[in-house]
């Protein structure tokens, strides 16, 4: 799942809701109906209101929900990259986060989206 999906699921539901829908659906892909039931998993799971929400800007899309654990791997990658805008080294950074050079390098290169889904 992209950055820009999440992204619009964040700003459709809040971080709340994204969280919610990535403890219980990450790794998997959630059809948004155009049209909310209320007896609808996503209406179960977020409640009427925010499922709501979401079929309003995400209805008839199927949405890649990923995983927590990729989440947490871009927050440590965009603590990676704060860090060494302050001047930590590539070295220091591969020791404190037990990475190699090559990793820290390969996380520097990668062009960085904000992060969202947090909260």
Not at 5 to 18: E, H
Not at 78 to 107: H, P, Q
Request: charged share 25%; hydrophobic share 35%.
């Amino acid at each position: 799942m992209s950055n820009r999906t999440l992204s619009a699921i964040n700003d459709a539901i809040g971080p709340n809701g994204a969280q919610t829908l990535i403890r219980e659906c990450g790794g998997t892909r959630v059809f948004v109906p155009r049209r909310m039931h209320p007896r609808h998993r996503l209406a179960h799971l977020l409640g009427l209101q925010v499922a709501t929400r979401l079929v309003d800007r995400l209805g008839g899309v199927t949405l890649a929900i990923p995983r927590k654990s990729t989440l947490q791997r871009n927050k440590r990658d965009a603590e990676i990259i704060r860090l060494y805008d302050e001047g930590l080294s590539v070295k220091e950074l591969a020791r404190r986060f037990e990475l190699t050079d090559r990793r820290i390098y390969a996380i520097l290169s990668t062009p960085q989206e904000p992060e969202v889904g947090h909260g």
